[in-house]
């Protein structure tokens, strides 16, 4: 008997709750429901819509592309390479390897993300002698510049 009353006053307190946040027009329950279930197929709609016009945003947007090399300390030959790109081209991946490959360095860790823009972070070591950091930031802008949007 106590429970009962104890899990009808939960239930009671919840609908409150939600009653607060949706502003039915009556308090029993089914109407709580529905104007809570027709609030939140609402928010939905709303966040859609601020996610499509965020996307418009991002296309329309015109960012630099920054790419920034430094070398590790006490590890000469190798450099951290970091490479914030708003390209939607696909590819920039393979044009920035190729061109560090071309250079005579290899990559020894990468981490990518192209969610929105081209995002890269990477460890190259030179084969021979490492590249001064300034030729190597322009060749990858050059890299970058040269790939095809797709």
Request: hydrophobic share 40%; aromatic share 4%; glycine share 4%.
């Amino acid at each position: 008997m106590v429970s009962r009353i104890q899990r009808r006053m939960v239930v009671r307190k919840k609908l409150n709750k939600l009653s607060s946040l949706t502003k039915p027009k009556s308090l029993d329950k089914s109407s709580v429901g529905v104007d809570s279930f027709y609030h939140i197929n609402e928010l939905k709609l709303k966040l859609e819509a601020m996610i499509r016009e965020y996307s418009i945003l991002l296309q329309n947007l015109q960012l630099p592309t920054k790419v920034k090399v430094e070398r590790i300390d006490g590890k000469e030959s190798q450099l951290v390479i970091k490479v914030r790109s708003w390209e939607k081209g696909r590819g920039l991946l393979v044009s920035i390897l190729e061109r560090l490959e071309e250079m005579g360095m290899n990559v020894v860790q990468a981490k990518v993300s192209s969610t929105h823009g081209f995002f890269m972070e990477a460890i190259a070591e030179a084969q021979d002698k490492a590249p001064e950091v300034q030729i190597l930031t322009q060749q990858i802008l050059r890299a970058i510049e040269e790939t095809p949007n797709l």
